[in-house]
């Protein structure tokens, strides 16, 4: 094998892939179309070709350590990129089905997918459980074609030779679920009191048609939106918030031609934000579907964050270790978008950043949006649980799954949520574990650049240039990695927790 075709063939089929899905995301398309990337790029992830990486990773010096972490990505990615090969067609049926499936509402047919949006506006505590069940309703159609890709899934990571499909993953990331899934334990009980006592201030405040033993999962997406903030984050300021944020760094993203923010309202376009690193450093592009008020805001700056962070990737880098971009280990650009989804969280950085804004009203919207982060702290931690449990049975038709997933769903947020969501609410490759290494180690980067930088390190351009500095090593390292390279040692639970409580008590 020549590791230098297999690379430049390898970010050919990736740029192909996050082009159809950000053709398909953004509502350009109807379809998603991956069987003509696919079949071009096959080759790629056979398992001859899987063998010929093996050899060449135990062939690599140990000290040769860049090449060594290249090619585990590299191999990571072979046998990921395997699996998806395996179920291209489930993947193609799903995404066909979850497009067609539509709902009646006042007169019109909307696309389940964008139902979510409708509910986060809808004031009326019965209209959006109307829409939360046609919305299930339509969703679960597809959930045969869940199960059979997940299946597919199971069967490929045995063929390459794994006991299971949480082992693979395992082997890839180097992280044990189990391990993590307790460190969340710690969690959940350290955040209980502090989010228990929030989300009663918060459902009297904004839910007050509701019981507070009766708050659904529709309430939640309502609550999120949070109406009463957006005299203060209007839409005609975000684009002004953001650019002056990345100025204070030390960025000036008004110029920054290789980042293109796609904010457009589309009928077709999915409201789940997402960047897509189609030609890193050079084309990287966002999409968020505004929903209106300061979700919008946060939303932006977390895509902002993957954005900036394959903005800034060294070109040599992108050239000569594709594999660093389109590895399998989400964790580390997930923990830039956290950082800069958390400013949020700084009512100093409000108070810069919003006009007309005291201090005390500053501390009530941090003391709001700390909830919301804890509330997805605390769902993904449920998550994790549920989807160890999920890829361990392998009985992806089961009625007690259904029941677990709802039962830990509701015991970690509070919200009543529908068992028949149990594999609706499912990301491929233990994504959900990413996203809280990424919470963890964004809570350590966040007191080191403090520590390091001043309590305003948001404004300090030498923050900015040691974090472009990061962002040009793409995803060489770990969060684990980095967080002992920037010496604040290993990624800590507890310090994440005991952060959003703080947050939660702000004022």
Known sequence: MNLSDYRRDFAAYNSAIQLAYYKYRAGFEESLRLEPIIDRYGDLFTPDAIASLKSAFADTPENFETERAGLHALLSAARTGFLEAQARELTEERARCESAAR??????TVPAFGVTKLIAN???AYLRRELTARWLDASEVCDDLRAARLESFHESAKVLGFDSYRALYSHITGTNYERLASLTDG???RTEAAYTSALARLAALDLPDVAFNELAQGDYLYLQRMFRLDPIFTAQDLMRTYAAAMSNLGINAEKQ?????????????YP?????????????RFTIAPTGGVYDYTTLFHEAGHAQHF????????????????????ATTEGYAFLLNHLFLDASWLLEHRPNLNETLARGIVRDLAFITTHQVRRYSAKLKYEIELHDSAQFRSEQLAENYRTLQEQATGFKRSATQYLMDVDDGFYSAAYLRAWAFEAGLREYLRTRYGRRWWANRRAGDELIDLWSTASRYSVEELARLAGFGEISFDLLADSLVAAMNEG
Do not use: Q
């Not at 903005?311 to 989400?330: C, K, Q, T």
């Open 272 to 284: 789940r934000a997402a960047c897509f690193i189609i030609n890193p450093p050079d084309d990287v």
């Open 187 to 189: 969690l959940l009980e």
């Open 103 to 108: 709902i009646e509402w006042r007169g019109e």
């Open 311 to 330: 903005g800034w990737v060294s070109r040599s880098l992108a050239s000569r270790h594709p594999e660093f971009i389109f590895g399998p280990d989400y």
């Open 257 to 269: 031609k290789n980042i293109y923010i796609d904010a457009e309202p589309r009928p077709s376009k």
């Open 122 to 124: 809808e004031p009326d």
